[in-house]
C-alpha cells in the first residue's frame, strides 16, 4: 500500500520561503513520477513541479520556475518542493502525488496523494 505524508506548509510573508516534504512508503513501482499540486479555494487543483524518480528530470509550470524547485532526498524516499520568493497567489494547499510509469500534468494521471499541506502567504 503507497502511502505520502506532506509536511512543513505554515504561514509566511511575501518574499519568504518554505520547504514541502513528501515522504512515499510502500512504493514498487519504478518508473515513477512524483508532483506536487496545490488547490486554493474555487479552483481547480494544478500541478507545479514533476519529477521522474528514476532520472531526476523535473519540470516546472510558468508561474513558478526560477521560485520553485523540486527534488528528491537520500535515501529518494522523500520529495522536497523548495519554494522561494512566495506570492500571495501561492497561497493553497499543497498535494504531492505520485504516478506509476511517466506521467504529466493532470491529475487523472496520477495514483496515490497525500493529504495536503497548507501554505498561506500574506503581505
Known amino acids: 500500500q503507497v502511502q505520502l505524508v506532506e509536511s512543513g506548509g505554515g504561514s509566511v510573508q511575501t518574499g519568504g520561503s518554505l520547504r514541502l516534504s513528501c515522504v512515499v512508503s510502500?512504493?514498487?513501482?519504478?518508473?515513477?513520477?512524483m508532483t506536487w499540486f496545490r488547490q486554493s479555494p474555487g479552483k481547480e487543483r494544478e500541478a507545479v513541479a514533476r519529477?521522474?524518480?528514476?532520472?531526476?528530470?523535473?519540470y516546472y509550470v510558468d508561474d513558478v520556475k526560477g521560485r520553485f524547485s523540486v527534488s528528491q532526498g537520500d535515501p529518494k524516499t522523500t520529495i522536497y518542493l523548495q519554494m522561494d520568493s512566495l506570492k500571495a497567489e501561492d497561497t493553497a494547499v499543497y498535494y504531492c502525488?505520485?504516478?506509476?510509469?511517466?506521467?504529466?500534468?493532470?491529475?487523472?494521471?496520477?495514483?496515490?496523494w497525500g493529504q495536503g499541506t497548507q501554505v498561506t502567504v500574506s503581505a
Open positions: 502525488a505520485l504516478g506509476r510509469g511517466y506521467r504529466s500534468w493532470a491529475p487523472r494521471e496520477y495514483d496515490f
Open positions: 510502500g512504493n514498487t513501482y519504478d518508473p515513477t513520477t
Open positions: 519529477l521522474y524518480t528514476g532520472t531526476g528530470v523535473t
